[in-house]
């Protein structure tokens, strides 16, 4: 059974950083397609980027320049470093392993999210 843990999130002004950590137990991260996916308020969970077995790494357009998706193997995580922070990237974010697809989370079983909360 895959664990994912999340954290780093918090409430920065537009323009700030932030670095989303998630810790996963049960799957090893490098076997895997992961990605970060976020839900903001009254919308659907979007795809937000994801880094392959090879370590390509992929985002939507919304955060393209402004997030990159990285991993530790010998920590079994996965990173995403958000700069130039916007009010509408102000979302629960999630990680999850891929499908083939590129967007759609392959995992059954979800981590608890954290929280980021973007300023004006």
């Known amino acids: 059974q895959v664990q994912l843990v999340e954290s780093g999130g918090g409430v920065v002004q537009a323009g700030g950083s932030l670095r989303l950590s998630c810790a996963a137990s049960?799957?090893?991260?490098?076997?895997?397609?992961m990605g970060w996916f976020r839900r903001a308020p009254g919308k659907e969970r979007e795809f937000v980027a994801r880094?392959?077995?090879?370590?390509?790494?992929y985002y939507a357009d919304s955060v393209k320049g402004r997030f990159t998706i990285s991993r530790d193997n010998a920590k079994n995580t996965v990173y995403l470093q958000m700069n130039s922070l916007k009010p509408e990237d102000t979302a629960v974010y999630y990680c999850?392993?891929?499908?083939?697809?590129?967007?759609?989370?392959?995992?059954?079983?979800w981590g608890q999210g954290t929280q980021v909360t973007v300023s004006s």
């Open positions: 999850n392993a891929v499908g083939v697809d590129g967007t759609t989370p392959l995992f059954g079983s």
């Open positions: 049960g799957r090893t991260v490098s076997n895997y397609r």
């Open positions: 880094m392959t077995t090879t370590a390509r790494t």
